[in-house]
């Protein structure tokens, strides 16, 4: 049975692939929004008083895969499938906000990043990454549309995209 409570959380990508959350590093390429099962939530403290959450996932999605992955467990009862991220959201549109900002501070690194006086090369980076931002974009909606018959408790889920 899939009872587990259906989030969203960002994908960051770079040029092997993707990982599950923000990752912020110089060799980010994008963030795009998918739909995740969440399995867990656990609150870890600081000697310093401070608190951090962080949230176990399943991602039901893959690139390429019409089928989806549902959480598996193994006999000890531990999600086999699962990654933990530090974000979650409970709309689609909280997320896309967040990658629209992660996504617009990398074109902003481009163009701080670049020499000003070579032109041509900050211009061919920028077209660079909109097209990459242009094929995440075509990546998200395919994985938002191929989740949003997840199911719980055996009843699909017809979420807004």
């Not at 739909?35 to 310093?48: F, P, Q, V």
């Not at 163009?111 to 990546?139: A, C, M, R, T």
């Amino acid at each position: 049975m899939n009872n587990y409570p259906v989030k969203y959380i960002i994908l960051s990508f770079n040029d092997t692939g993707y990982t599950a959350g923000i990752n912020l590093t110089h060799e980010s390429r994008g963030f795009i929004v998918a739909r995740c099962y969440l399995i867990s939530e656990r609150k870890n403290y600081s000697g310093e008083g401070q608190t951090r959450n962080s949230y176990e996932v399943v991602i039901p999605t893959k690139l390429g895969v019409s089928s989806l992955d549902y959480p598996r467990f193994n006999e000890k009862q531990e999600c086999v499938n699962s990654v933990v991220v530090d974000n979650i959201y409970d709309e689609v549109n909280n997320a896309r906000i967040i990658t629209s900002m992660l996504n617009d501070d990398l074109r902003k690194k481009i163009v701080y990043e670049i020499d000003f006086g070579n032109k041509n090369i900050k211009e061919k980076k920028l077209q660079k990454l909109y097209n990459k931002l242009l094929e995440l974009e075509e990546y998200e909606e395919e994985m938002l549309h191929l989740s949003r018959n997840m199911v719980i408790d055996s009843q699909l889920i017809r979420k807004k995209k």
